[in-house]
């Protein structure tokens, strides 16, 4: 009786899991194949909205797959953006650095290759047409933002430990998309002066957001591999599990009153 109840158990476990599909796939941009990851859940049949995830400046790695499978059970199609080309990802912060460089240095080519996931998301059919929103983390978040910026047409946006300084300009009624930003107050990456900066050019944009602030938090505190990072390394990084925890409800509330 046991045997059969674990074998029972065992087999709607499996067809739960079996529903939630994550696959590396490729898309264009230009004239480089870009390589990131879709998540869904395959048991939903009606279409949903879409999530676009730019992941931190390692590239398109475990982490960026992982948070897409959390907006898959969530009930999201998610695509994990590779903003590098070719799927490159970097294991320290000289390449990384050197990645990062060439995308934030270069804003028509971070534009188009934003473009082309949402896009090749928006393409998908099993995504709400119209309904789309992105979420960044660090180097990510910097790219989201400015994004937003630019007028990309997303209706959601979060930034979590990300940049915040930019070169852009905005006026007044530029940004349509509404905003929630996570960061971490003791995060020497992003000091306070960078933090009152955004603030006052949103208000002066008239923009929709929230800023939420963590006290004694610091950078990348939504990855749980910022601790070996940040040993490794040297980098003034540190996980932090409420804020972590936090940041995501209010993303998942976020984007349910946000998206269709």
């Not at 390449?95 to 949402?118: C, E, H, I, M, T």
């Not at 923009?207 to 490794?232: C, E, I, K, L, W």
């Not at 599990?241 to 976020?254: G, Q, V």
């Amino acid at each position: 009786m046991k045997t059969a109840l674990a074998l029972s158990l065992l087999f709607f476990t499996s067809s739960a899991l079996a529903a939630l599909v994550g696959k590396d796939v490729t898309y264009q941009a230009g004239d480089t194949v870009m390589r990131g990851h879709l998540a869904y859940d395959d048991a939903v049949t009606d279409k949903r909205a879409g999530v676009l995830v730019v992941p931190e400046w390692w590239g398109v790695n475990d982490y960026g797959r992982k948070r897409a499978r959390m907006l898959a059970e969530a009930g999201y199609v998610a695509l994990v953006v590779d903003m590098y080309g070719n799927g490159q990802v970097a294991d320290n912060p000289k390449d990384a650095g050197a990645l990062a460089g060439s995308v934030n240095k270069n804003p028509p080519l971070a534009y188009a290759r934003f473009d082309a996931a949402r896009r090749f998301l928006a393409a998908q059919p099993n995504v709400k047409e119209g309904e789309i929103a992105a979420l960044g983390y660090c180097f990510g978040g910097g790219v989201v933002l400015n994004m937003v910026r630019a007028g990309m047409p997303l209706k959601a946006a979060a930034s979590y430990h990300g940049v915040l300084a930019t070169d852009m300009a905005v006026k007044p009624g530029d940004i349509k998309t509404k905003l929630r930003i996570f960061h971490g107050e003791a995060d020497p990456l992003v000091p306070p002066e960078q933090v009152e900066a955004f603030k006052t050019e949103m208000d002066n944009a008239k923009a929709d957001y929230m800023f939420v602030a963590y006290p004694g938090v610091r950078h990348t505190f939504t990855n749980r591999a910022a601790d070996s990072y940040a040993a490794q390394f040297g980098l003034p990084l540190k996980y932090d599990h409420a804020a972590d925890t936090d940041s995501w409800t209010r993303t998942l509330e976020f984007l349910k009153a946000t998206l269709k």
